[in-house]
C-alpha cells in the first residue's frame, strides 16, 4: 500500500527498545516538524483553498500527537529532550533540483511530505508489531492509521495540482532514491533514522 521499495529491518525495533526515552523525544520532535510543514505550506500557497483548509485541520492533529507523545514523555517520568537532526529528511529533500514554477515547488513538497508520512506510517506499524511495551505498541498502532491517511492525502494534493503522469513518474524516481537512503538507516533509535 505504501509503494517503500525497501522495508525496515525488523530489528529496527530492538534498537528502539533499548532507548525508549529516545524514541519518544524524537518522535515528539517529528510530530512538531509536521505541524510546522502544514504551516509552510499554509504560507507559502494561500491560494490553494482546498490545501489550506486540509493543512490547517492536520495542524490541529499533529500537534496533537506532539501533545500524545510529550505527554507518553512525562508519564514516563521524563522530560523532553533537545530536537535532533532528522539526517533521513535532510538527504531525501536533496533529491529534487531547487527552482521551477510556484507548481513543481508545490509538489515537490507534496511528495516529499507524502513519503516522509509513509516511511513513519511504516515504522509506527513495525512498532505497533514488535514492541514489547504492550501500551506503546497500542500507541504505534492508533497513529500509524493517520500517517497512512497523511500519506494518501499528500500524494493526492500532488497529483491534482501536478501533471499527474509526471507527477508519478517523480513519485517512483523518489521512492527508489528513498531505498537507497534508507538502506543506510535504521541503526539508532529514531523514527527515521
Not at 123 to 128: A, P, V
Amino acid at each position: 500500500m505504501l509503494g517503500l521499495k525497501l522495508p525496515t529491518d525488523p530489528r529496527w525495533v530492538n534498537i528502539v527498545e533499548k532507548n525508549i526515552e529516545e524514541i519518544l523525544t524524537d518522535h515528539a520532535f517529528c510530530e512538531q516538524k509536521a505541524t510546522s510543514t502544514a504551516i509552510s505550506l499554509i504560507v507559502s500557497f494561500p491560494e490553494y483553498s482546498e490545501l489550506v483548509t486540509e493543512m490547517t485541520a492536520l495542524v490541529k492533529e499533529e500537534i496533537s500527537h506532539f501533545k500524545m507523545v510529550h505527554d507518553k514523555i512525562l508519564e514516563r517520568g521524563w522530560t523532553l529532550g533537545r530536537d535532533r537532526k532528522d539526517d533521513y529528511v535532510l538527504q531525501l529533500v536533496k533529491f529534487f533540483p531547487k527552482g521551477g514554477s510556484r507548481t513543481t515547488q508545490l509538489v515537490h513538497r507534496l511528495l516529499y511530505a507524502a513519503l516522509i508520512e509513509a516511511r513513519s506510517c511504516e515504522r509506527f506499524r513495525l512498532l505497533s508489531e514488535e514492541l514489547q511495551d504492550k501500551e506503546l505498541a497500542t500507541f504505534y498502532r492508533n497513529l500509524m492509521v493517520s500517517e497512512a491517511n497523511h500519506y494518501t492525502m499528500f500524494l493526492g494534493f500532488a497529483r491534482k495540482y501536478g501533471n499527474k503522469k509526471e507527477v508519478d513518474t517523480k513519485w517512483q524516481q523518489l521512492l527508489d532514491y528513498e531505498a537507497k537512503i534508507i538502506a543506510n538507516l535504521g541503526t539508532t533509535e529514531a523514527i527515521h533514522g
